[in-house]
T-cell receptor, first 114, second 111 residues
Framework: GAVVSQHPSRVICKSGTSVKIECRSL??????MFWYRQFPKKSLMLMATSNEGSKATYEQGVEKDKFLINHASLTLSTLTVTSAHPEDSSFYIC??????????FGQGTRLTVV | LAKTTQPISMDSYEGQEVNITCSHNNIATNDYITWYQQFPSQGPRFIIQ???TKVTNEVASLFIPADRKSSTLSLPRVSLSDTAVYYCLVGAYTNAGKSTFGDGTTLTVKP
């Protein structure tokens, strides 16, 4: 299947700093990318949907100024957690979808804010 | 978006066939059914997708009755490495990434 690469796989940052997570589709053009958050032993929660070249659409309850999403090309989307706090610690997962494909998921990023 | 209901957990033994059923009573006409597998601290991995009747690939089969209000993922001869969480998603084919993840089924395969 198609490959979606997420980087970094694990990051620890200090409270108050910002962290950027990258999501790349390696062998197909991702017209749509999705960002999820997952708490331990819980299901994935969709945070936002981004289409290449346009602003992301955020799910209800997700702060768009807190979680900045950029989808500048058909192969790259980034999620920046701004002014991170310990409650932002979580597992963040991206998925990418082409115009006629199912969604492929990245390997996830474990964010720990200390 | 159609809501899905799956058993919270299932146990099995190596070599057995495992069937996980998902209920999706409000499935829409253009919705597809997709199953994903997730290991701890990894992103979900696509297993199989179908619209109706039966779909089979190298790892699983998907059975969908005529009314499409449920579906069954069948894993033949499971091994210990199949221990994972399995998610059933229902949504439009071209918008599968926006489908709502339910609680999933935690499958534990025992030796």
């Amino acid at each position: 299947g198609a490959v979606v690469s997420q980087h970094p796989s694990r990051v620890i940052c200090k409270s108050g700093t910002s962290v950027k997570i990258e999501c790349r589709s390696l062998d197909f053009q991702a017209t749509t990318m999705f960002w999820y958050r997952q708490f331990p032993k819980k299901s994935l929660m969709l945070m936002a949907t981004s289409n290449e070249g346009s602003k992301a659409t955020y799910e209800q309850g997700v702060e768009k100024d807190k979680f900045l999403i950029n989808h500048a090309s058909l192969t790259l989307s980034t999620l920046t957690v701004t002014s991170a706090h310990p409650e932002d610690s979580s597992f963040y997962i991206c998925s990418a979808q082409g115009p006629d494909t199912e969604a492929f998921f990245g390997q996830g990023t474990r964010l720990t804010v200390v | 978006l159609a809501k899905t209901t799956q058993p919270i957990s299932m146990d099995s033994y190596e070599g057995q066939e495992v069937n996980i059923t998902c209920s999706h009573n409000n499935i829409a006409t253009n919705d597809y059914i997709t199953w994903y597998q997730q290991f701890p601290s990894q992103g979900p991995r696509f297993i199989i997708q179908g619209y109706k009747t039966k779909v089979t690939n190298e790892v699983a089969s998907l059975f969908i009755p005529a009314d499409r209000k449920s579906s069954t993922l069948s894993l033949p001869r499971v091994s210990l490495s199949d221990t994972a969480v399995y998610y059933c998603l229902v949504g439009a084919y071209t918008n599968a990434g926006k489908s709502t993840f339910g609680d999933g089924t935690t499958l534990t395969v025992k030796p």
